[in-house]
């Protein structure tokens, strides 16, 4: 079974299974595997009762591209339910997101869901943070506080780099609010060090968000090589 539709198996199960019908007030994520979320909601008869608040340039694509109505988290701070993916998941349903420089505005979305449904496929189902994913926890941060945070990530053991944005632009990635980021990796990280790891962080200042996801996400579907689905719960010991 090819990736995408590992990824198209999971987009569809979790929309499928998840969404009720007095649901109308959609997050929508970002990344590849969200592609197949939008499509399945694009396909529903009742997608014209359905709003849906983007957490990224690509997302808002997205609804448009499907005809579904578009929103914004300013607008509706009380969300049904979201989808997003991860580039990384553990054990105990923590999650690495930011891959995409989107992850303020996706961690705002998952606040503000009832539910916070995760879409990957097989490669991100690692069981351990930091144990495939080898390009560390992505941090958005404010321009002018950049350096102080790299050296407060560098004082708790951190190995941080400035994102750049490669060929197509000189200098660092800017993300959506305008932020910088910064990738840093700490190694594995244990699910029961996820979330010191994310408090420390978070009393950088300069830090605006953190690509830790502790604790948020409900369900993740997880679309297999061999063509099964795999369906994890949120644990009640984190």
């Known amino acids: 079974m090819s990736i995408e539709n590992a990824k198209k198996q999971a987009g569809y199960a979790a929309v499928d299974q998840n969404l009720d019908p007095s649901d109308r007030i959609i997050g929508v994520g970002s990344g590849s595997t969200i592609v197949y979320v939008v499509e399945?909601?694009?396909?529903?008869n009742t997608k014209n009762d359905l709003i849906c608040i983007p957490t990224s340039f690509q997302a808002k694509q997205l609804i448009v591209e499907n005809s579904l109505r578009l929103g914004s988290v300013d607008e509706f701070t009380e969300i049904d339910i979201a989808f997003d993916g991860a580039d990384e998941i553990d054990s105990n349903l923590n999650l690495i997101k930011g891959g995409g420089a989107c992850l303020f505005q996706?961690?705002?979305?998952a606040s503000?869901?009832?539910r916070f449904i995760v879409v990957a496929d097989y490669r991100k189902n690692t069981g351990l943070l930091g144990k495939d994913w080898r390009n560390g926890v992505p941090i958005e941060v404010n321009p002018l506080a950049y350096k102080k945070v790299i050296k407060g990530l560098m004082e708790i053991g951190g190995k941080p780099a400035l994102r750049e944005a490669g060929?197509?632009?000189?200098?660092?990635?800017?993300?959506?609010?305008g932020n910088f980021v910064i990738d840093c990796?700490?190694?594995?990280?244990?699910?029961?060090?996820?979330?010191?790891?994310?408090?420390?962080?978070?009393?950088?200042?300069?830090?605006?968000?953190t690509g830790l996801f502790v604790g948020m996400a409900k369900k993740a579907y997880i679309g297999e090589e061999d063509g099964s689905l795999t369906i994890s719960k949120k644990s009640s010991k984190l």
């Open 185 to 209: 990796d700490f190694g594995e990280v244990p699910s029961n060090q996820v979330q010191s790891l994310d408090a420390k962080l978070h009393s950088l200042v300069g830090v605006l968000e």
């Open 40 to 44: 399945r909601l694009g396909q529903l």
């Open 167 to 177: 060929a197509s632009k000189a200098g660092p990635v800017v993300t959506d609010n």
């Open 112 to 114: 503000c869901a009832k």
């Open 106 to 109: 996706e961690k705002l979305v």
